[in-house]
């Protein structure tokens, strides 16, 4: 037996994950560990995919509620979407098979803001948790639990949970220890207090959850990476909006708007955001903070080249080499990352607090500003709001980036009225693409219209816009927010017809 | 001259309305004093107008830019709009004249949550601040300046303006001192703080403004009312929703998710939201506490009664009858209610530590819990978002209110997709309207359509809702959030083509 359980009592609760998934009945609700692909349980949900499949062949009702920190990976939410297994799925999701249960109508999805969903938990407002599954890289002789590659809501889910199982996993480094801060201040109103963080390398909690002996029903061995997927090259149009962006921050400092390294930088997962880091890199800021939610491969290298002093946040979501160097080289980046519970990473608190810069990618703005993060043509869910509404709605400065354009030119990501709002004008305060950048600040909507179209639309989708816009200032009677009703989907509908938003 | 103003420098500055009004330039951005039509300046803003009307009479360009705490008044609002004299507005309105020069394209109106707009103008997003103007109602020999019935954006107003002008009214109760806590602790990232409030009854700062004699131009001597408007008999829809309301709280007591004596309550202005309170006065609930915008009458009537121990907000909104009574009985009524700026009245991190119980009208809801508060029929902005926001995403219960029809039965307040969002469904706990309640917490979209049409639509309009949901959900590829994006507005157009949303 693996020397990594180093708790007598406990070692005597390990079993294999089919041994485990037969402790979970039909109707479990249950908090599964995992943010962005990393620290997910890894060979329980297949087994537990395996007793559902059974159960349905047999002709028996099988499903589970389940609830993580953010996405998984295929198999955690593909095993188990993938057998018709999740009645409720919440707050977020990216795998492919899972989105398509959840759009063809097999699993009920509840699309929760990222630092809410524990929140809501505590609060008892999505019923009794029967079961936390999570991931460790070791439990210490005082049965301590040390996780892993994410936090996410591990800890609400042991807490509030009536069982555990727990997958201690040898391919995460041991030297993960004192990388995580758990906050352990967390109480129901009236008793909640301030959360004593003023600068994102404040520690505030311990570096282990805690865990009831007495709930772990079983502890499962595993062996197995976290889903790291490659990085694509950054590409010109990301190059060029995280350009814009860069610029705009320096202009923000000239005006003494922002101290010169900057303010706190919210990072997303993916492209541009990897560009923005890259950008960074090569620029002559130093002593750069970050507070957010994922530490990607980019964050890694500012690390590196000594720009960033701390980076916060719930988890890594890095590629299969820059794993492997966190991996052998844990004991040096956890002095300059900081892994926290998704309550914090995301609370409005800290990052109202904090100033933080917000950058989130987006499917879809409109000429005034409402931005969609979620829906595809109004009805089909890609991945969920995330913590994109937790540090918009709070950040210092709040920013949405996307291509101008989708799908080789055939979709505009700058339309009349956008067809699901994730974020409101209200809220909205930069948007760019490759074609430039709108700054909205102090702007009325008919004083961003013109602005958006023009820098951010793609030429191709500019004189439609204005034509939409035009005649909707001249017809419509009341001017605040002009719009024409019966064309405002025009776009998407053309897009649902013809394959295209081009006429 | 008055023995309000006890400091000599500052009894130097009195002069008249006029004097002070032609000090202001074209172009001028001013932070008035005002919210929901109290503590607003009462004289020198029609003087402004008749300046204004004189440059235009000449064909002089001449506006100012007009920030507030939020609604104010026809002396100030009214009379600005009404000579054209206000290029753009902010943060919030609700005059009929100022509404419909922003709805006739006259004034540009920037809608911003009434905690971000202070916070903006520190920031300097919204371009140097030349004048506040703002109400006293008396300067203490040190030359602390006691403001009346309402706090708003004066601190800061007066703290970022270059230039300050002081109406010192008699009207109001000199013995208001004491009630007010004006909040010094603002800084801007990185050196912000924790809000040291985890009760509504803290006190955290002091009891008048500081005022930078320096900066001081004008003060002016008045002696007129508030904008006090009687408030209507309690109707028996507003009895209803204020009953599912309670009893939802009651509920929610029961299952131990909630204290006996609640907590804090957030309370509109307005006929449903004098129910509520109404209701609890004749509850048997004690040793409640408000944390909200606005006192009205309905929360005097608690204090008095001895239910309600403290509350807490930005400004009065009382009837004229509920105004005298505070005038004559302020010194009683400063030891349970505090009177904070709206930066701290409606700030996330408050409301989200107090667990407030935050419930709001709203112009429509969708059947996925989408809100719309501010615009009727997608273009015409009624009000603006105010406060509602903040409350929404933060408190402990997020509810919206509203009867489920309006002018006369033709249009529904449930729609199959509202015309402009101000809260998403990933904020919107709880939908109430006469017919009765839907408690959206923890569902996805498909679970909550059928329950929205028929716990809250109108009966006339229930098959219709049914229908477009069933072919939605039948016809629509994607079942995540079923719509026909065709049909989506149809209840909209058939009103603005027939003057009713009925078929």
Redesign the interface.
């Known amino acids: 037996m693996s020397d990594r359980i180093a708790n007598e009592a406990l070692r005597q609760k390990v079993m294999s994950a089919d041994d485990a998934a037969s402790l979970i009945h039909d109707g479990a609700q249950i908090g599964f560990g995992g943010f962005t692909g990393s620290g997910y349980p890894k060979e329980f949900p297949p087994a537990l995919a395996k007793r559902i499949k059974a159960a349905h062949e047999k002709g028996e009702h099988f499903t589970v509620n389940a609830f993580t920190g953010a996405s998984t990976a295929p198999e955690l939410d593909g095993e188990l979407a993938g057998v018709d297994g999740i009645g ?1 799925r ?1 707050p977020y999701q990216s795998d492919p098979v899972m989105r398509a249960k ?4 097999t699993s ?6 990222l630092s809410q969903f524990g929140m ?1 938990i505590r ?5 009794n948790l029967d079961f936390a599954v999570i991931e460790a890289t070791k439990i210490t002789a005082d049965g301590n639990v040390i996780p892993t590659s994410s936090v996410g809501n591990n800890a609400v889910y042991v807490e509030k949970a009536d069982k555990i199982i727990i997958e201690v996993n040898d391919w995460q480094s041991e030297d993960l220890e004192g990388m995580h801060d758990i906050y352990y201040g967390f109480a ?3 008793n ?5 963080i ?2 994102p390398g404040d520690r505030i909690g311990e570096t282990y959850l805690r865990v009831p002996q007495n709930k772990v029903v079983a502890i499962i061995e595993t062996h197995d990476p976290d889903r790291n997927s490659p990085f694509k090259p950054i590409d010109e149009d990301s190059h060029k909006i995280a350009g814009y962006l860069l610029d705009f921050y320096a202009n923000e400092v000239e ?3 922002m ?1 010169k390294n900057l ?2 930088l919210q990072s997303g997962v993916g492209n541009i955001p990897n560009a923005v880091l890259d950008g960074l890199l090569h620029s002559d800021l130093d002593h750069l903070t970050s507070y957010t939610e994922v530490i990607q491969d980019g964050m890694v290298d500012l690390i590196d080249a000594g720009k960033v002093d701390v980076a916060s946040a719930t988890a890594f979501s890095l590629s299969p080499d820059y794993a492997h160097k966190m991996n052998e080289n844990a004991a040096f980046y956890r002095n300059h990352i900081i892994l926290r519970p998704q309550e914090i990473s995301n609370h ?2 800290v990052i ?4 933080v810069l917000g950058a989130n990618g987006m499917i879809e703005a409109d000429i005034y500003g ?1 931005v969609n993060s979620t ?7 890609m991945n969920g ?1 995330g913590g994109s ?1 937790d540090f918009t ?2 950040a ?1 400065i709040s920013a949405f980036v996307s291509p101008s354009t989708a799908k080789g030119g055939k979709i505009s990501a700058i339309v009349p009225m956008v ?9 909205t ?1 930069v948007i760019i693409t490759e074609q430039g950048i709108a700054d909205l ?4 909507p ?2 961003r219209a013109p602005k958006i179209i023009d820098n951010c639309a793609h030429p191709d989708y500019r004189a439609a816009l204005h034509d939409y816009y035009d005649r ?2 001249r017809d ?8 024409l ?2 064309e ?2 025009a776009f ?2 053309r897009f ?1 017809e013809t394959g295209t938003m081009q006429a």
């Open positions: 409720l919440s959840i759009n063809d109508g009920y999805y509840a699309d929760i803001h809501q609060q008892g407002f999505f019923g129901l109103p009236p909640r207090v301030p959360i004593p003023t600068h005006h003494g708007r101290p303010l706190p409005p608190e109202r607090r904090l100033g409402n829906h595809v043509m109004g009805s089909r869910m709001v509404g709605r709070n210092f067809s699901h709002v994730d974020h409101t004008e209200h809220d305060m600040r102090g702007l009325a008919r004083q909707a200032l419509c009677k009341f001017k605040q927010t002009p719009h009703l019966d405002a989907y998407h509908r649902l």
